[in-house]
Every structure is written in structure tokens, then in C-alpha cells.
């Protein structure tokens, strides 16, 4: 019954917009891309929305995403604008709120709306937005209200970056897929550098990050995506002793327990930035020589910024969310129950073996392999 009145909804909604099927001969003049939430998941659209701006170079290109991950997109010279909400709204489902995002969509009398995702009730929220051509992707009947349906396929083996290009690829984009995007100034390098770094180490001094925290976002709390922070300390003092490093430990306010578990272990070779904003993470991890982390946000900005990588993978696949870049080098449990976490809600586990069968050896491994391939070889 729900899939009937949903099928009922979708044909009205399709039927009030002043568009459907394929675009018409002309540019649409005002774009909105929609990706509401995920640090890691917006930079994997950052693809897509450059092979939009190729396809409509003269249009106004705006992108709906929440404030948690807002920021990637500063200086993104593909967008125009940037439409920020409270991501309590979609998750706490604030109905004031929601119709506050609705009428100001409205006013801005968008054309397409790019929906990169396979949530029915955003796509809903973009219909009730009066966009009149609505591209974007099902998943079991979630794209009911959508003028144009992609299939989305999170449970397979392909990197979710390229099932997203098929939006633009619809739209006529046949180029070779473009590289992700995230600019950082040298303003805000340099202040990052200055506050966070200068006071402990030297200009030039090897830096290697360690992240030991992540898994979270607006809609998900999934630690079992952490590998135990002892291991990665031990991971950080072999490396710092043998390439004379210095060591970042990045984390976030969630993080704090396994931030403090990595430094307690390297107290002379540990710089612990506190209170860094998304921009600074950013500007910190471009100064390293090497990140070494959980499957989280740190993964995708050292993709962009083409920094060496090393991640842990358990619940999660490498192939379908890491990034297809030569700088990331994957560490992926064997146990049979991996992976049992596609791009949709976490099933939970209260015993992520995946993770702690994962051996410091292995991940020191891909450490030395990536920093011998960018030069520092020992």
C-alpha cells in the first residue's frame, strides 16, 4: 500500500512540474545540487558537480548541504553558492524547520535539482521546493518523486563517487571522470601551520598524521569503524622513531578518548591540535607526509589534496568507499562477516572483530610502502 500511494504521489508530483524527461534544448539557468550530509560523502560528489560546471558553464550552480560539511566546499570554484541548514532538521525532523528550507528554496526558483542521494524524503523536500526537473537515484522505489531515476547500487564493489557521476553522465557528460576537489588557501595553510605546528616542530621536519577517531556524522554513530588506538600508537611511534617525525593526532570533540590513548603513548614525538575547525583538519593534513586512518572524512581530504594515505577497513568495502586514488593504500580485514556496512544505516555490532583482527604489522606495512613510494624510502 505504501509503495502504491507513493507511486500515486510521484506521477502528481510529476505531472505539476514545467519539466520532465530530458532537459530541453536550452541550459537550465539555475542548478541545485542537494547532498545533505557526510564529510567523505560530499568530496565523492565534488566529481559530479565539476562535470555539471562543464556541461552548464554559464548556469548558477548552488549546493544544499548540511553545516557539518559545509566548509569542504569553500572556494570550490564549480559552485556559486553554498546553502547551508542545521542538520538537526533532516534528523530530528523538525517540521517548522523543514518548512523554513522549503520556502527558502522556493524563492530561489531553481530549474534542475541533482540529488545525490536515494533518500525519498529529500527528494520529496526538492519536489515540494517547486524544482520542476528532479534528477537523482532509487533505491527500491525511494525515487518515487523524481522526474528522472538512476539506479543506486551501494551494496556492490563500485567506488559510490562513480555510480554518483552517473547523474551528470545522464545529463550528456561523457568526459573522463574529474579529480575531487577541495581549495585551500595559502592564507589559511599558513595561520594553521603558525597556530598549530610552528610552536612544536621545525619548517621541513617530517609530519605523519594519525587519526584514530571518526565514524560520526549527522545520521550515524558507527565505532565500529575504529581500529583500537592502541595499535594505532603503536603504528605512530614506529613511525616517528624510524623517519624522525613528528606526529599529528587529529580528532574531533568525539574523538577525545582516542586521541588521548595515541598521545599518552608518544609523549615526546605527539602534537595534539585542540579544537581545530573542518578548514584546519584540512590545512594540517596538507603538511603531512602521510595520514594513517579509520574509513572516515580524513580519507577523502587526503584524496583531494593528494596526500598519502594508509586506511582501516572492517565494516565498510575499500572498493565501494575509498577513494580509486594511487595515494590510498587499504588495510582490509578478512573475516567473513566484512563488510556489513554499505552507505545506508549501520545494522550495529557489538563486537567488531573485523577491526580487531586488523595487525599493527599490516598497517605499518602500507605505511612504509607509501612513504617509500613518495620518496622516503629508508
Request: glycine share 8%; aromatic share 8%.
Amino acid at each position: 500500500m505504501n509503495r502504491f500511494i507513493g507511486e500515486v504521489l510521484g506521477g502528481f508530483l510529476r505531472f505539476a512540474g514545467r519539466w520532465t524527461g530530458r532537459m530541453g534544448p536550452r541550459e537550465p539557468e539555475r542548478i541545485l545540487v542537494v547532498k545533505t550530509h557526510a564529510i567523505g560523502d560530499l568530496l565523492m560528489v565534488t566529481p559530479s558537480i565539476a562535470a555539471l560546471r562543464r556541461l552548464f558553464a554559464e548556469s548558477y550552480l548552488a549546493v544544499l548541504t548540511g553545516r557539518w560539511s559545509a566548509d569542504v566546499l569553500l572556494g570550490n570554484p564549480d559552485v556559486d553558492e553554498v546553502i547551508k541548514f542545521p542538520d538537526e532538521l533532516l534528523f530530528r525532523h523538525s517540521v517548522v524547520g523543514l518548512l523554513w528550507l522549503v520556502k527558502r528554496l522556493r524563492a530561489q526558483r531553481f530549474d534542475l535539482a541533482a540529488i545525490f542521494q536515494a533518500s525519498g524524503a529529500v527528494q520529496v523536500l526538492i519536489a515540494l521546493a517547486g524544482v520542476p526537473v528532479r534528477i537523482g537515484f532509487d533505491m527500491n522505489g525511494s525515487g518515487f518523486s523524481l522526474t528522472r531515476r538512476l539506479p543506486w547500487s551501494p551494496n556492490s564493489d563500485r567506488f559510490i563517487g562513480d555510480n554518483y557521476l552517473d547523474l551528470p553522465r545522464e545529463l550528456g557528460f561523457s568526459d573522463v571522470a574529474p579529480a575531487s576537489v577541495l581549495v585551500l588557501s595559502e592564507r589559511e595553510r599558513e595561520a594553521a601551520f603558525e597556530r598549530y605546528v610552528e610552536p612544536f616542530a621545525n619548517r621541513g621536519e617530517m609530519l605523519i598524521a594519525i587519526c584514530p577517531g571518526g565514524g560520526r556524522n549527522p545520521r550515524d554513530k558507527v565505532s565500529a569503524k575504529r581500529w583500537p588506538a592502541d595499535r594505532f600508537a603503536e603504528v605512530a611511534l614506529k613511525l616517528a622513531q624510524e623517519f624522525r617525525a613528528r606526529v599529528l593526532v587529529l580528532g574531533g570533540a568525539d574523538d577525545e578518548a582516542a586521541v588521548s590513548a595515541v598521545m599518552d603513548r608518544i609523549p615526546f614525538k605527539g602534537i595534539r591540535p585542540e579544537r581545530i575547525t573542518l578548514r584546519e583538519l584540512a590545512c594540517l593534513i596538507s603538511f603531512c607526509s602521510l595520514v594513517v586512518t579509520n574509513d572516515s572524512a580524513p580519507v577523502h581530504i587526503a584524496a583531494a589534496l593528494k596526500v598519502p594515505c594508509v586506511a582501516v577497513y572492517g565494516p565498510t568495502n575499500p572498493l565501494a568507499v575509498g577513494p580509486p586514488v594511487d595515494t590510498h593504500y587499504v588495510v582490509k580485514s578478512e573475516v567473513e562477516c566484512s563488510p556489513c556496512y554499505s552507505n545506508e544505516r549501520f545494522p550495529g555490532c557489538d563486537n567488531p572483530i573485523c577491526m580487531k583482527e586488523i595487525a599493527v604489522e599490516a598497517v605499518l606495512n602500507q605505511a612504509l610502502s607509501a612513504l617509500r613510494a613518495r620518496g622516503n624510502g629508508i
